[in-house]
């Protein structure tokens, strides 16, 4: 069993609708990453997060620690939020702090 | 200026060249990173460099070999690749360490032929 596991693997939506990508970690943390990549591109850090609740634009990134889970959420889906979405968790303790990925979300949103 | 570079976008090389990655940031941080990308997989960290020293290597073979000549700019050199290390390389940085944001390069394509 992976340390940080997201679901789904892979998402279609259509246009506008609302999307939510689940992660659950098994590990002690410190804060939880989600990055975006798109096809053959770079990977863009959208949240760091240690507890509540983020908002950027039409993006939203929630964490409960207790619950170890956190979840992203778009809003009004548009198809250039078609990318691959990894959380990521920054492992707690040590000299340098590591990030444990998920397997990613692959999210292609339909015009 | 919140944006880490890497030079070449694309590189291809033969087994038995020498090649240089080269990542550069110019935020203060003092943390750097290589990870290597294969296809639909997540990355995976080859190496920590903390206060331009090298505080973590993940096992990785010798013909990959970093370099962080100064707080600003790290560099993979590469020698005797196997084409099995073809893979997206990705360099990171983040402020301090610990508990800190990665910012992370667009990567360089790396194809072994």
């Known amino acids: 069993k992976n340390e940080v596991e997201q679901s789904p693997q892979n998402l279609t939506a259509q246009e506008g609708e609302f999307i939510t990508i689940n992660c659950s970690y098994s590990?002690?943390?410190?804060?939880l990453h989600w990055l975006q990549q798109h096809p053959g591109g770079g990977i863009v850090s959208l949240f760091m997060?240690?507890?509540g609740k983020k908002k950027h634009g039409r993006l939203i990134a929630t964490i409960n620690i207790q619950e170890k889970h956190s979840s992203l959420h778009i809003t009004a889906s548009h198809p250039r939020d078609s990318a691959v979405y990894i959380c990521?968790?920054?492992?707690?303790?040590?000299?340098?702090?590591?990030?444990?990925f998920g397997t990613g979300t692959l999210l292609a949103v339909q015009p | 200026d919140t944006e880490v570079t890497q030079t070449p976008k694309h590189l291809v090389m033969g087994m038995t060249n020498k090649k240089s990655l080269k990542c550069e940031q110019h935020?203060?941080?003092?943390?750097m990173y290589w990870y290597k990308q294969k296809a639909k997989k997540p990355p995976e960290l080859m190496f920590v460099?903390?206060?331009?020293?090298?505080?973590i290597n993940e096992s990785v073979p010798s013909r990959f070999s970093p370099e962080c000549p100064n707080s600003s700019l790290l560099n993979l050199h590469l020698h005797a690749l196997q084409p099995e290390d073809s893979a997206l390389y990705l360099c990171?940085?983040?402020?301090?360490?610990?508990?800190?944001?990665?910012?992370f390069g667009p990567g360089t394509r790396l194809t072994v032929t």
């Open positions: 990521a968790a920054l492992s707690y303790g040590g000299a340098t702090n590591k990030l444990i």
């Open positions: 990171a940085s983040s402020r301090f360490p610990r508990g800190q944001e990665q910012y």
């Open positions: 460099y903390s206060y331009e020293k090298l505080s």
């Open positions: 997060l240690s507890s």
């Open positions: 590990v002690g943390i410190s804060a």
């Open positions: 935020m203060g941080h003092r943390a």
